[in-house]
């Protein structure tokens, strides 16, 4: 009986030796396959940053390659005579004594005075062109402020460019500009106002502040809200006559 049960004992103890040594195989299994995981990633990057690497490297000697042959185009544009330069200052000169609007660069070459259709009324008027003032501006006498089915609008006169008569206009009261004049330290509350304006080319729409100004030469004055990305200013140009289709317009002239 005791054979048998040191028997059992032994075979017991083996039992567990061999199921202990099961588990913990078992266990460091898991912690195995991760550290062959990560080096495999690890393999991969390594592969993937010699390949960039080396696309580095041949894109550099790319660059050195084409950097001489850059400058060597650059030195011949250098050497080139200023053929279009010349021509553009040679159009201009014809446009000038022709007195009539010339291009550059698809804008519209404009002098210091010019003529100017206005609609309404649909005369045509000697204007100012100032790139200096933002807003383009109109003489007019006798401003009433008034309202028409609830809605704003302001009457006053022009002057007529050739008979000095005054002329009437109604037109939608479009808001307020503040404007500071020289001297004044407050700013003047203008109305503005929208008209049509041909000029040489150009045919807009834009926005006129109303005031007097009968103590300056000319009733109209056209600033950067028509001449912005549409004309530029060559002050030795003569004016040209207003391009419209207004049978109006011929008959002051």
Do not use: C, M, W
């Given at each position: 009986m005791k054979t048998i049960a040191l028997f059992f004992t032994e075979t017991t103890g083996k039992c567990a030796i061999l199921t202990l040594t099961c588990l913990m195989l078992s266990a460091c299994s898991p912690q195995a396959d991760t550290l062959s995981e990560r080096e495999a990633r690890i393999?991969?990057?390594?592969?993937?940053?010699?390949?960039?690497?080396?696309?580095?490297?041949?894109?550099?000697?790319?660059?050195?390659?084409?950097?001489?042959?850059?400058?060597?185009?650059?030195?011949?544009?250098?050497?080139?005579p200023a053929a279009d330069i010349c021509a553009c200052e040679n159009t201009g000169a014809e446009g000038s004594s022709k007195g009539s609007a010339t291009k550059l660069d698809s804008k519209t070459i404009l002098g210091a005075i010019e003529n100017v259709h206005l609609d309404p009324p649909g005369l045509e008027f000697s204007a100012r062109i100032d790139t200096g003032a933002q807003t383009s501006s109109l003489n007019a006498l006798n401003i009433v402020e008034f309202e028409r089915d609830?809605?704003?609008?302001?009457?006053?006169?022009?002057?007529?460019?050739?008979s000095g008569e005054k002329i009437e206009l109604t037109r939608r009261l479009r808001g307020y500009v503040r404007v500071k004049e020289f001297g004044d330290r407050e700013a003047l509350r203008r109305p503005v106002v929208r008209m049509r304006v041909v000029l040489?080319?150009?045919?807009?729409?834009?926005?006129?502040?109303?005031?007097?100004?009968?103590?300056?030469?000319?009733?109209?004055?056209?600033?950067?809200?028509?001449?912005?990305?549409?004309?530029?200013?060559?002050?030795?140009?003569?004016?040209?006559?207003?391009?419209?289709?207004?049978p109006a317009t011929a008959a002051v002239k």
């Open positions: 393999s991969a990057r390594e592969s993937e940053l010699v390949t960039l690497f080396a696309e580095l490297v041949e894109l550099k000697k790319s660059l050195e390659k084409d950097q001489p042959e850059q400058r060597s185009t650059r030195a011949k544009d250098a050497n080139a609830g809605k704003p609008f302001v009457k006053f006169n022009l002057t007529h460019p050739q040489a080319d150009i045919d807009e729409q834009i926005n006129f502040t109303l005031e007097n100004r009968s103590r300056f030469k000319y009733q109209i004055l056209i600033g950067r809200n028509l001449l912005q990305d549409l004309a530029v200013v060559d002050v030795s140009k003569k004016p040209a006559p207003a391009k419209s289709d207004n």
